[in-house]
Antibody
């Protein structure tokens, strides 16, 4: 059974850095894309980007490229979403999810709440 | 980017009603469209992919249709557990955009 377990909630100040994680199990990590989705408070969902751990191919949403970095560590079957300098507008729930090429997200993590406040 | 516009944004219905949600794409996406259900405090759940294929485990009361730029999600007989927010997503070209969502509430 596919399991995606995300790291816990974070409270940060503007300008701080952050890296959240998504631990995958139950499938071949290097054989599927894994992606990130943002949900701001009371809003819809937004596609951030995806990574193919097998060859580290990464596709970003152009509207978010440069603001976040997606990575993966195949040795521990974990994907990451990272910020160098957080803004208050980064406050949201972030979900990781698995997909195949040209297919939707079929398994999701439980979400990580990120709060950025001075 | 491909824009997806859902209608309506909000829908009030009763248990047993048949409801249809529409998703319109800004350009043709063949059948590269999925539907998700999200309940408060939970991650979205995949319901339908390739426009009309029911994900394993999803009740048969859900159905999807369409191709090109116009798609529909139909719930044949609303059950109490179906009251949620529904999103469409295109997986035709990057970025894989979502619609703005349709909230289905109890009348």
């Amino acid at each position: 059974e596919v399991h995606l377990v995300q790291s816990g909630a974070e409270v940060k100040k503007p300008g701080e850095s952050l890296k959240i994680s998504c631990k995958a199990s139950g499938y071949t990590f290097t054989g599927h894309w894994i992606g990130w989705v943002r949900q701001m408070p009371g809003k819809g969902v937004q596609w951030i980007g995806i990574i193919y751990p097998g060859d580290s191919d990464i596709r970003y949403n152009p509207s978010m490229q440069g603001q976040v970095t997606i990575s993966a560590d195949t040795s521990i079957t974990t994907a990451y979403l990272e910020w160098n300098s957080l803004k208050a507008s980064d406050s949201a729930i972030y979900y990781c999810a698995r997909q195949n090429a040209y297919s939707p997200f079929d398994s999701w993590g439980q979400g990580t709440l990120v709060t950025v406040s001075s | 980017d491909i824009q997806l516009t859902q209608s309506p944004s909000f829908l009030s219905a009763s248990v047993g009603d048949r409801v249809t949600i529409t998703c319109r794409a800004s350009q043709g996406i063949s059948t590269f469209l999925a539907w998700y259900q999200q309940k408060p405090g939970k991650a979205p759940k995949l319901l339908i992919y390739a426009a009309s294929i029911l994900q394993s485990g999803v009740p048969s009361g859900f159905s999807g249709g369409g191709s090109g730029t116009q798609f529909t999600l139909t719930i044949n007989s609303l059950q109490p557990e179906d009251f949620a927010t529904y999103y469409c997503q295109q997986v035709y070209s990057y970025p894989y955009t979502f619609g703005q969502g349709t909230q289905v509430e109890i009348k």
